[in-house]
Structures are given as C-alpha cells and as structure tokens.
C-alpha cells in the first residue's frame, strides 16, 4: 500500500486514490491467499496419491521380463491413469484460473482509474470514443493520450503485462493452445511448458512461481501508476 506520508507521495493531490490502492492492495493479498491454497491442495492430492502408488505392491515388484512389465504397465494404467491425469489438471486449472483472475483485476482497476478521471475533467474524448476490444490497452491509451499521463514510469512493467497477456488471452479463448510462432517465448518464461496434444500446442503452467511474479509485476505497476496518475492530476489542477 502507498504510504501517503513516504517522501514518494509528498503531495497528495488527489485523496480518493489511496482508497484504490488499498482495494487493490486487499484484492491481490486475497488473490495470493488462493494461490498458496490450491497449490496446497493440489500438491496435497498428488503426494496422497504417489504414496498410494508406492505401497501396492504390484507396482513395487521388479519385473521379471517384457511381458510382465506390460502387464504391470496396463495395471497402473487401469487403477491409476486417470486418477494421475485429474491430479494433474486440477493443478493446471487452478494455476490458470488464477492467472485469469488476476488479469481481470488488472483491467477492472485501470477501469476504476479512467472512470475517476474521466469524471473529474471534462475531455472531449471518453473511453468509449476509443475503439478495440483490448480494454487494458484501451484504458490505457486514454490515461497516457487523453489524461497525458507520462508513461516513462510504468512503460518497462506495461510492455511485460502485454507479453504475458498473450498467454492470458491464450488460455481464455483458445483452450490454451500456443500458435507455433510464440513457442519460444513460453519455452524461454520460467514457469511455462508446452504439452503436445496432437498436432497442437497446449500452454502448461509448469510451476506457481509464474502466477505469482505475474501477481507481483501489476502489483508493481499499480503502485507506480496511481503516484503518476496523482502527478499528473496535481499539474493540471495546478496544484503543490
């Protein structure tokens, strides 16, 4: 949360915002509350499940040629396989749930942001006058084109919230399936793998470090964003 008495906030020239940075700052400690847990429980439930695995004993006995290693094959296939992929994807959908989540906030808060000042001044372009289907960069656009708010600040985390967008968009609309042109930049982001299915490419969150450095990059861009918003409200009211 901005300390609005910190050598960074001198001049508070426009109060509401800190009660956007403490809701924010509420929606994203609540956010990786539920990380942690279904990582908790998801991980839980694979543990469980190996130690069942462990201690039967037609798994543990070494096979004695190919035929019984088949056959030992097809068991664990039988009683086990399935339980192994569910496991696995409830790991994955709450992984990618969560990313979803967290990227609605992003864009609902930006929202906020542009509502509060398209309130208070009275520009001659709204939000609605810009066009696309990319809300983010729609609010965007209107807070450093028609607010004039400098971006310099916050440029470096926006161009990564755009990067990992794809991987958002990804998940939400195309059932996670990777176009080949973008399978370097998901094999070369720690946390990201791809799995074949097929001929396609589906996105895997490989580890929940991923969601949480997301979770921490718009942290870190909010922070920096409602100081400039602030900034910027100051020299246009002319104030501090």
């Given at each position: 949360m901005i300390?609005?008495n910190s050598?960074?906030?001198?001049?508070?020239?426009?109060?509401i915002?800190?009660?956007?940075?403490?809701?924010?700052?509420n929606?994203?400690?609540?956010?990786r509350?539920l990380?942690?847990n279904?990582e908790k429980?998801?991980?839980?439930?694979?543990?469980?499940f190996?130690?069942?695995v462990e201690?039967?004993?037609e798994?543990?006995?070494?096979p004695?040629?190919?035929?019984?290693?088949?056959?030992q094959?097809?068991?664990y296939?039988?009683?086990y396989?399935?339980t192994?992929?569910?496991?696995n994807?409830?790991?994955?959908?709450?992984?990618?749930?969560?990313?979803l989540?967290?990227f609605?906030i992003?864009?609902?808060?930006l929202?906020?942001?542009?509502?509060?000042v398209?309130?208070?001044?009275?520009?001659?372009?709204?939000?609605?006058?810009i066009?696309?289907g990319d809300y983010i960069?729609k609010?965007?656009l209107?807070?450093?084109?028609v607010f004039e708010?400098?971006?310099?600040?916050v440029?470096?985390?926006y161009?990564?919230i755009?990067?990992?967008?794809y991987?958002?968009?990804k998940?939400a609309h195309s059932?996670s399936e990777?176009?080949e042109?973008k399978?370097?930049?998901?094999?070369?982001?720690?946390?990201?793998s791809?799995r074949k299915?097929?001929?396609?490419?589906i996105?895997?969150?490989?580890?929940?470090?991923?969601?949480?450095?997301i979770?921490?990059?718009i942290k870190?861009f909010?922070n920096?964003?409602i100081?400039d918003?602030?900034?910027r409200?100051?020299?246009?009211k002319n104030v501090g």
């Open positions: 300390n609005l050598d960074e906030f001198k001049i508070n020239h426009w109060g915002l800190y009660y956007y940075d403490d809701d924010l700052d929606l994203l400690i609540a956010e509350k990380i942690e279904s429980y998801s991980k839980t439930l694979i543990k469980e190996q130690a069942k201690n039967d004993a798994l543990q006995a070494k004695k040629n190919y035929e019984e290693g088949s056959m094959a097809q068991y296939g039988h009683y396989g399935d192994e992929k569910i496991n994807q409830i790991l994955q959908n709450y992984r990618k749930a969560s990313l989540s967290i609605s992003l864009e609902g808060q929202k906020l942001i542009s509502k509060l398209e309130d208070e001044f009275d520009f001659s372009v709204k939000t609605k006058h066009t696309g960069h609010y965007w209107y807070l450093t084109k708010l400098n971006p310099a600040n440029q470096d985390e161009n990564l755009r990067q990992h967008k991987v958002r968009n998940i059932n990777i176009d042109n399978l370097q930049f998901v094999e070369q982001t720690n946390g990201l791809v299915f097929g001929n396609d490419n996105l895997e969150i490989s580890n929940d470090e991923y969601v949480t450095e979770l921490n990059l870190t909010f920096k964003l100081k918003v602030d900034r409200y100051g020299e246009i």
